[in-house]
């Protein structure tokens, strides 16, 4: 059941970021004036790249809490009641609090439907003006 309900968060979460930045140029079209997609792609992407490289860490951390200070478990070693729980920890714990942590902002996300409605709006009208201008 917990792995059903892992990978639909996890399918519904990785697919929602590609139209948020799409979200994010437009806002940022919206409030600036400037279309700046790829500096909105970069951000994602450092972002992303940045929260993924605490993982090895995060792994090293619970697996030296288990016991386990000069290498990491490996497949001959003794599972401990310590292990166990270490990578039930990292294999849902972890996750699950990512996942509220999405949810949370998400729910402070300031651009809704109608929002993006405003903003398409707008946006149009900065093109119409652009155009006339040219």
Do not use: W
């Not at 288990?66 to 920890?89: A, E, K, M």
């Amino acid at each position: 059941m917990f792995s059903i309900l892992y990978a639909g968060c996890q399918g519904i979460s990785g697919n929602i970021v590609i139209p948020m930045t799409a979200d994010c140029a437009d806002y940022e079209v919206y409030r600036s004036g400037k279309y700046v997609p790829g500096l909105m792609g970069t951000l994602f992407s450092f972002v992303d790249k940045m929260i993924s490289s605490f993982a090895p860490m995060i792994a090293g951390l619970v697996f030296a809490a288990c016991g386990f200070t000069d290498h990491n478990p490996s497949v001959g070693d003794i599972v401990t009641p310590q292990l166990r729980v270490g990578v039930v920890f990292l294999a849902y714990g972890l996750i699950t609090i990512g996942l509220i942590c999405n949810l949370i902002a998400m729910k402070f996300y300031p651009l809704s439907k109608e929002k993006m409605a405003e903003i398409q709006d707008e946006i149009v009208k900065i093109k119409a003006k652009a155009m006339a201008e040219a």
